[in-house]
Nanobody
């Protein structure tokens, strides 16, 4: 079992930046593939980004490519999501997720592939 706690959300003007953090505890962090998902009002939870065990491979949703960067610091048991050039359509609750399984890129975009989830952190981008 692993516990995940997100932080860093808040309100920001369009064009601004935020950095989300997800702190993990309970198990060996480096053994988990980590992902970020978001859920906007009235929408289903959607894939944002994922990173492999050592950070050697990263994948992003088309909607955030070039603006968001996922990274991890295994020594600190933390995964980050740097969000730049934020847009109002980025407004959502952002969730950190973890899985102990080896998953393909298509599988990584499916929230059902992840075993553990944080409580979420609200990001609001105003125009």
């Amino acid at each position: 079992q692993v516990q995940l706690v997100e932080s860093g959300g808040g309100s920001v003007q369009a064009g601004g930046s935020l950095r989300l953090s997800c702190a993990a505890s309970g198990r060996t962090f480096s053994m988990y593939v980590m992902g970020w998902f978001r859920q906007a009002p009235g929408k289903e939870r959607e894939f944002v980004a994922r990173i492999t065990l050592s950070g050697g491979s990263r994948n992003y949703a088309d909607s955030v490519k070039g603006r968001f960067t996922i990274s991890r610091d295994n020594a600190k048991n933390t995964v980050y999501l740097q969000m730049n050039s934020l847009k109002p359509e980025d407004t959502a609750v952002y969730y950190c997720a973890a899985t102990e399984y080896a998953i393909t890129t298509p599988q990584a975009e499916n929230p059902r592939a992840y075993n553990y989830w944080g409580q979420g952190t609200q990001v609001t981008v105003s125009s």
